[in-house]
Each structure stands twice: as structure tokens, then as C-alpha cells.
T-cell receptor, first 115, second 112 residues
């Protein structure tokens, strides 16, 4: 079974802290993604990476950065956490869709609360 | 741009009744379509996909989806809903070689 593991299920951080969310996948997927999910707003893409050390901005990159030093690991960094970053964060991975047939595999999510 | 729409925020059915969750798509070329389910405080789980071939696709937990090219729809169905099917359902379409584009989600409530 493909597994995408997010390091924390629940996190509580203080405003202004630097926050690291870690995601590891074990299926040699080229692509990895970070989404945030908020009620009424669906899934919004923050960043994605299609290869080691490569990254692309998604729809809402402001206030976030990412790191992909190894193929299996994709980290989301909140440089200075703010209360409006309280959300559910979802990591996903996939193969590059040469024939369109590949979907995502998601982690279990990290519910982050910034106080 | 490829996109999907889920016209219903909520669907409520009685246990044992048929369940349908609607999805329409807008794509250039052949669509690659997916359904995911999310239980409370969990990540999304893959249910099924349409790539090519039969218009009726069977997936996990007794779900199926019907691809209709003329109506640009990909509705999720289950003949007899269970209380445990209560969850948030997302339709998605492949946007490019890397990304999927997701609908806003439909909350399904199955009452006993």
C-alpha cells in the first residue's frame, strides 16, 4: 500500500513561531503537494514539487515556503505563523501522469491551530 | 482550463435508499476524472477513476460512477446507502501532467 505520512495529526503553535509540517511518501512518487482545507473553501493548493529541489507556487503561497531535499520528503514551512493560517493541511503525492491515469494519494492531514 | 463543479453542497438520504452525488466537468480533450471521500479529521481516500473505456466505473465500498460525455457529467452513485457513507465527497479532474483540480465538495448525510 502506498503511504503518505504526515508527522503530526494535531499541532498548536503560537503567533509568530516558525512552523514545520513534514510529509513523507514511500512509493517513489515524483510529485508532492501541500493543500490547505477550510470550510466552504474546499482544497486550495499552496505549493507543489515535481522533482527534488524543484517547487512551484500554487494558488495561495503567501506566508508559506517549502523544501524538498529528498524525493520522499516534502516540508511545508510557515515562516511566521498567524491566526489566519489555522487550518487543516493535507499532503499528497502522485506519479507524473504520462497517460493521465494517476490520481493522488493523501496523508491523514495535520490540523494546525495558531493561537 | 480543466475544472469540475459539484452543484450540491449537501445531500441527505435515508439508509437503504439510492445515493447520487453530482459532478460536472469542463475540459479540453479527454477528461481523467476521480472521486475521493473524506471522513471527519482524515485525509482524502481514493474511490474510483475514469480514464477511458466503459462509462460505468466501479470503485471501493460499493460506489460506482457514470461518465456521460454528452452531459459532461461524472455522477457518483451507490444503490443502497449506509449510515457509514456519511462523509465529504470530492470530484476531481486531471488539470495537467502534475495536478488535479478539485470540486468544492459535497457533504453526504445518511440518516438511519
Amino acid at each position: 500500500d502506498v503511504k503518505v505520512t504526515q508527522s503530526s495529526r494535531y499541532l498548536v503553535k503560537r503567533t509568530g513561531e516558525k512552523v514545520f509540517l513534514e510529509c513523507v511518501q514511500d512509493m517513489d512518487h515524483e510529485n508532492m503537494f501541500w493543500y490547505r482545507q477550510d470550510p466552504g473553501l474546499g482544497l486550495r493548493l499552496i505549493y507543489f514539487s515535481y522533482d527534488v529541489k524543484m517547487k512551484e507556487k500554487g494558488d495561495i503561497p503567501e506566508g508559506y515556503s517549502v523544501s524538498r531535499e529528498k524525493k520522499e520528503r516534502f516540508s511545508l514551512i510557515l515562516e511566521s505563523a498567524s491566526t489566519n493560517q489555522t487550518s487543516m493541511y493535507l499532503c499528497a503525492s502522485s506519479y507524473t501522469a504520462g497517460q493521465g491515469g494517476y490520481g493522488y494519494t493523501f496523508g491523514s492531514g495535520t490540523r494546525l491551530t495558531v493561537v | 482550463a480543466q475544472s469540475v463543479a459539484q452543484p450540491e453542497d449537501q445531500v441527505k438520504v435515508a439508509e437503504g435508499n439510492p445515493l447520487t452525488v453530482k459532478c460536472t466537468y469542463s475540459v479540453s480533450g479527454n477528461p481523467y476524472l476521480f472521486w475521493y471521500v473524506q471522513y471527519p479529521n482524515r485525509g482524502l481516500q481514493f474511490l474510483l477513476k475514469y480514464i477511458t473505456g466503459d462509462n460505468l466505473v466501479k470503485g471501493s465500498y460499493g460506489f460506482e460512477a457514470e461518465f456521460n460525455k454528452s452531459q459532461t457529467s461524472f455522477h457518483l452513485k451507490k444503490p443502497s446507502a449506509l449510515v457509514s457513507d456519511s462523509a465529504l465527497y470530492f470530484c476531481a479532474v486531471r488539470e495537467d501532467d502534475y495536478k488535479l483540480s478539485f470540486g468544492a465538495g459535497t457533504t453526504v448525510t445518511v440518516r438511519a
